[in-house]
């Protein structure tokens, strides 16, 4: 009996360790198959994160958010060409590509070009069109600077370029102090600030001795201006009635206006009129076409490009272009060729004056090609015995044969010549 017992005994702890085992292993493979589930699902372990290609786009936000994970933006191209404006209408065009940014500011010599909101933190890539330079206010060297700031919750980056305007605009280029597109100086000046108002502050009140934050000038309308400066730019498109900037007195104040609106030839193709359109000044500019205020002087100035000659050189130019500069203009590359040779100095009767070898030749006068003093001392006055009406006196050849006369080697011949030829009357 008793060993009958132990055998149930047996028996029964054999049964409780199998379900224990079968328990075990569902158990186990319930949790391997949550596990994976929440792998396909988006669970990922901590600080692992699926990595991807960012692919980069040329209009300025990238398709896909980018992953900051605490890391500060990074601005990778920050370039500007040309780095020196030498004309008035000339700009500058910035070329960027920033990483991890959510807010991208541009600004040329103190003013906003180029603000730019990118909440996904992608990668932005493209550029900024900067400022005519005659809109610009540099140093007292000529020089600007334009920076680039990008932010995000982590940090800023920022990077500068040292631009210069040539030094022959500068002496007509806006007075040292003047900023934020404008070019009267501002009087009388705020002293130094010493707190800086929320930006929700626009309001005429200011706290003494401190400058307040204005109104800043919108895109499309960035010139800040007096009424008065404003007139004499032909600017007439005032774009709002708050003021970008007032004197501490509240005497004098500035508005944000526009570019007028002109007219731009950008030159065709030899033998083709240009086109005439419509823009404003620095987009005329940056298509490198010429701008006018009056359409008539556009069209005028839009003529078919032709062959210009000046001085035996030949270049591409329009009609009136060629005519301004004393030039002659031809339609045809190969008459232009052919007609333009250098100039020289032509020797004729004793007078020098510059010409071409081939029309010198037609007048019987003696070509030097490029030492006008060398001419000068070759061509003197060819002088000679003249008879003339019974008389016999020096003078050039031409003279006497202007009075009908005839010319002698010497004195003597000429003498005798006369005899001969005068009437003896008795």
Request: hydrophobic fraction near 30%.
């Amino acid at each position: 009996m008793r060993l009958s017992g132990f055998k149930w005994v047996r028996s029964m702890n054999s049964v409780l360790g199998l379900c224990l085992c079968l328990v075990l292993i569902g158990l186990t493979t319930a949790g391997a198959i949550v596990y994976t589930n929440r792998s396909y699902s988006g669970g990922m372990l901590p600080d692992v994160q699926v990595c991807k290609a960012e692919p980069l786009v040329l209009n300025d936000v990238d398709s896909a958010p980018a992953a900051i994970g605490g890391n500060k933006p990074v601005i990778q191209v920050f370039e500007a060409a040309p780095m020196v404006l030498d004309a008035p209408d000339s700009a500058a065009v910035y070329t960027f590509k920033v990483k991890l940014a959510k807010n991208v500011q541009i600004s040329e010599a103190g003013t906003n070009i180029r603000d730019i909101s990118n909440p996904s933190g992608a990668t932005l890539q493209g550029i900024a069109n900067g400022l005519p330079a005659s809109a610009i206010t540099p140093d007292d060297s000529g020089k600007f600077v334009c920076t680039i700031v990008a932010s995000n919750e982590y940090g800023t980056d920022t990077k500068a370029l040292e631009l210069s305007i040539a030094e022959e605009l500068q002496s007509t280029a806006p007075p040292a102090g003047a900023t934020d597109n404008q070019a009267e100086p501002r009087s009388p000046k705020w002293l130094a600030q010493l707190s800086l108002p929320p930006i929700s502050a626009r309001s005429t009140s200011a706290t003494p001795g401190s400058e307040p934050v204005f109104f800043k000038c919108p895109d499309g309308c960035p010139y800040c201006l007096t009424p008065d400066d404003a007139a004499s730019r032909g600017f007439t498109q005032k774009c709002s009635d708050e003021r970008c900037y007032y004197s501490p007195d509240d005497q004098q104040n500035w508005y944000c206006y526009s570019e007028p609106v002109g007219y731009c030839c950008k030159a065709g193709q030899v033998g083709q009129v240009g086109q005439v359109v419509e823009a404003t000044k620095s987009k005329c500019a940056q298509t490198g076409g010429a701008w006018y205020l009056n359409q008539t002087d556009a069209i005028q100035a839009c003529q078919p490009v032709g062959f210009c000659c000046r001085d035996g050189q030949i270049y591409s130019a329009t009609q009136s272009q060629c005519a301004q500069v004393g030039g002659t203009y031809y339609t045809n590359q190969a008459q232009a060729i052919q007609s333009c040779q250098p100039m020289g100095y032509c020797c004729q009767n004793g007078q020098v004056y510059s010409t071409t070898r081939a029309q010198c030749a037609q007048v019987g006068g003696s070509y030097w090609s490029t030492n006008q003093a060398e001419a000068m001392r070759a061509c003197q006055p060819v002088l000679c015995w003249c008879c003339s009406g019974g008389k016999v006196y020096q003078t050039t050849k031409a003279q006497c044969a202007q009075s009908g006369g005839t010319c002698y080697s010497t004195e003597s011949q000429a003498t005798a010549g006369c005899r001969l030829t005068t009437p003896n009357y008795r």
